[in-house]
């Protein structure tokens, strides 16, 4: 079956637009969690889903920041007026239910503000 | 905030040579997992340890969790060139999120 799946895999962009990175979720699970992966460094946790709700967004660094989930499957991460220092891998994992299920991840939107 | 170590950040051997890596942290994990990642790719899962003191085997990959629950180690036993990718460690936080190593890039040369 098909895996995760992200788009776009590449996004360019200019300091100060906005931006959205789109996740697909293997089918069937209800748990999907963004991370942040910066150049040389391992995935930063963002946030989780667990169905259409956000159980745990500590890890969004500032109110640019929003996600959403509206029907429980697809994600959108939002990110308002970009900064140089947003430029990173954006990974997108999902898992059957959570609650230490194995996380499938996608392979990533590489974002660049110029 | 749980941070956990890994180390060496790069290492680069013979294909053949053993090699161990090592993730530390000063904090208990519930469990710890060990991700290999290709370029372009996401993280994909090795093993889950759990235990404290447990062993797991992977054909030629050893993976050991600490009888504290705090650090873990990766053993590579004759190093093939298809080794070579970036290993992470990352410690379950709850039942949530995971924390991530910075990652140690192997490269094994033929």
């Known amino acids: 079956g098909a895996g995760v799946s992200q788009t776009p895999s590449n996004k360019v962009t200019e300091k100060g637009k906005y931006v959205e990175l789109r996740c697909d979720p293997i089918?069937?699970?209800?748990?999907l969690y963004w991370y942040r992966q910066s150049l040389g460094q391992g995935p930063e946790f963002l946030i989780y889903?667990?169905?259409?709700?956000?159980?745990?967004d500590s890890g969004l660094p500032n109110d640019r920041f929003f996600a959403v989930r509206p029907e429980g499957s697809v994600s959108t991460l939002k990110i308002q007026r970009t900064e140089r220092g947003d430029s990173a891998v954006y990974l997108c994992?999902?898992?059957?239910?959570?609650?230490?299920?194995?996380?499938?991840f996608g392979p990533g939107t590489r974002l660049t503000v110029l | 905030t749980q941070l956990l170590e890994q180390s060496p950040q790069f290492l680069s051997i013979q294909e053949g040579e053993n090699l161990t890596v090592y993730c530390n942290s000063s904090s208990v994990f519930s469990s710890l997992q060990w991700y290999r990642q290709e370029p372009g790719e996401g993280p994909v899962l090795l093993v889950t340890?759990?235990?404290?003191?447990e062993v797991k085997k992977l054909k030629r990959l050893t993976f050991q969790f600490g009888d504290a629950r705090k650090d873990s180690s990766l053993h590579i036993t004759a190093a093939q060139p298809g080794d070579t990718g970036l290993y992470l460690c990352?410690?379950?936080?709850?039942?949530?999120?995971?924390?991530f190593g910075q990652g140690t890039r192997l490269t094994i040369n033929p």
């Open positions: 994992a999902s898992s059957l239910r959570g609650r230490g299920d194995e996380q499938f």
């Open positions: 089918s069937g699970h209800t748990a």
């Open positions: 340890v759990v235990t404290g003191g």
């Open positions: 889903f667990q169905g259409t709700g956000a159980a745990d």
């Open positions: 990352a410690g379950a936080v709850g039942a949530q999120k995971l924390v």
